[in-house]
């Protein structure tokens, strides 16, 4: 079991991309974005070598305060090193169950894109879910949207927080909310944006004004 939760949905969580910085700085955008609503960090730097990814944990647990977890992309050992709250995992990464063995009871998330890797990833012990690419994004690698189709099949089935992901806006997040989704992950849409803190708000009025629309809600409107 997790030494660590989750906020409350609607779920915001902002991935890095120091790539997209320009002559700003991780706080210059993470410290609006977080007033603006974001209540989850992925830090995800591939390129890092270990110990300047570590800097980075180090930089963003100082943002990270008051509830929001801080999640590491892929490397277990920088998130223990950097007392983050978790980490997340792709299709290549550590089995869930070694990731949770090493990890020592931290967030272990999954990036997921059908029905079956969900269910197996929930089988596995995951603590929450990115359903991802459900629009066109340029960080896919090529793969094809999933539409909010299968965010809608998955959360009939896996009973985890579901995030989606891959080319969310302030103007389609209301299709994944629709669709069951307890929140969204994005990068560009914050980190692009000339007021992070402005865009992290309509991302979240995104998703407040769509929870109504909720499977699961609309079920028990009716019943």
Do not use: C
Not at 58 to 65: I, V
Not at 103 to 120: N, P
Request: hydrophobic share 45%; net charge neutral.
């Amino acid at each position: 079991m997790s030494r660590y939760s989750l906020p409350s949905a609607p779920l915001l969580l902002l991935v890095t991309d120091r790539t997209r910085y320009g002559d700003r700085t991780l706080e210059d955008i993470f410290v609006p974005a977080l007033a603006g609503g974001v209540n989850m960090i992925e830090l995800r730097e591939a390129d890092m070598t270990a110990r300047d990814l570590l800097g980075e944990a180090e930089r963003l647990r100082k943002l990270a305060l008051g509830g929001v977890p801080l999640v590491v992309y892929d490397r277990v050992d920088v998130a223990i090193a950097g007392q983050a709250d978790g980490v997340h995992l792709a299709a290549d990464s550590l089995p869930i169950s070694a990731a949770k063995l090493a990890g020592r009871g931290v967030l272990v998330g999954k990036s997921v894109s059908s029905l079956a890797e969900a269910v197996a990833a929930e089988q596995a012990g995951a603590n929450y879910l990115v359903v991802e690419p459900v629009f066109f994004s340029h960080y896919a690698q090529g793969r094809s949207p999933i539409g909010p189709t299968v965010v809608r099949r998955i959360k009939s089935r896996v009973h985890l927080p579901l995030l989606a992901g891959g080319g969310i806006t302030a103007g389609n997040a209301h299709q994944v909310i629709a669709a069951g989704a307890d929140g969204v992950s994005v990068t560009t849409e914050i980190v692009d944006a000339e007021d992070p803190r402005a865009a992290a708000r309509s991302l979240v009025d995104a998703m407040r004004g769509a929870w109504s629309t909720r499977p699961l809600l609309r079920e028990a409107m009716i019943g």
